[in-house]
């Protein structure tokens, strides 16, 4: 389905909508002023520009899979997509839509978010204390998911657990939340050892995250806000600066970073789908 573009000489769109029912979740900035989302019920993703809010569904539906947190790898023009309750990974051409790869995980929970690196795609699990790496190889070949289990400082409990993630300044390590707890840990990728990082105040429902220099994101969810929180040189310590927010953020889920802004997707979840602010436009700062 195409979405029209916004009126001409807008430069970048204050909202974006999706088609009708698309229900997303995760959104990924591609190259140019390209932007991904996927759909939790459909399998599908949908790509657009940011700049005239036009695009057209690039990934068709999939039956059985679900689509929540994705990342473009624009050395290969790929998409990798966590697989939500269908406990999938699912690599995606990013240019026409059509299946690299795919890798179903029996003893996954609910695969939720991914990162890239410059030699993995690293992905969360909400209901187990895993992470699984995809390797990506020096011509773009992909290995089977690897689990790394989760050890030190964080400790699940009931509920979602570790949800969005991100690398970390150094480039080496990883940053991940716990959602139901609004904690931050980082995380040794190797061997999945987590360090908790002293935060002022919890980030509760924390969703996706996005890290710019020592300054992270995160998204919460049930709260329609994004704190910002600032991070001190050896991820042992946060600070919130201060929230982002916006009365049409609608239960946001991830955001994904154009030019000075932020754009939220809002998943709205079990709530009516009837507005046209699917994507919204936020100004970064901190």
Known sequence: ???????AGS?????????????????ASGKGDSFYVGSIPLGAVFKGSYRTGAGEVLVPEHEGRNHTGLKVDTRFDRLFVAGGGSK??????????????DFVLEDAGFIND????????????????QLYRV?????????PPER????????????FNVNGIDTAPDGRGLIVVQT?????????????????????????????ILRLGHTLYVVQNQDNKVAVVRLDGRLRNGRTRGFLTDPRLDVPTTIAPFRNFLYAVNARFNLPDN???????LRASG
């Open 180 to 208: 139901n707890l609004g904690k931050l840990f980082r995380v040794d990728p190797r061997s999945g050892v987590t360090h908790e990082i002293k935060l002022d105040r919890p980030v509760t429902n924390g969703d996706g």
């Open 135 to 143: 390797g990506i190889g020096h011509n773009g070949e992909l290995s």
């Open 114 to 129: 991914v990162v890239l690196t410059r030699d993995a795609a690293y992905f969360t699990d909400s209901l187990v204390p």
């Open 11 to 27: 430069g970048a769109q204050s909202s974006i909508a999706l088609p009708q029912e698309f229900r997303p979740e995760g959104i």
């Open 148 to 159: 790394i289990p989760l050890s030190g400082d964080l400790e699940f409990t009931s509920g």
């Open 1 to 7: 389905m195409l979405v029209p573009a916004a009126p």
């Open 88 to 101: 999938g990974i699912y690599v995606y051409d990013a240019n026409t839509g059509e299946d690299v790869a």
């Open 275 to 281: 507005d046209d602010d699917d994507i919204v436009r």
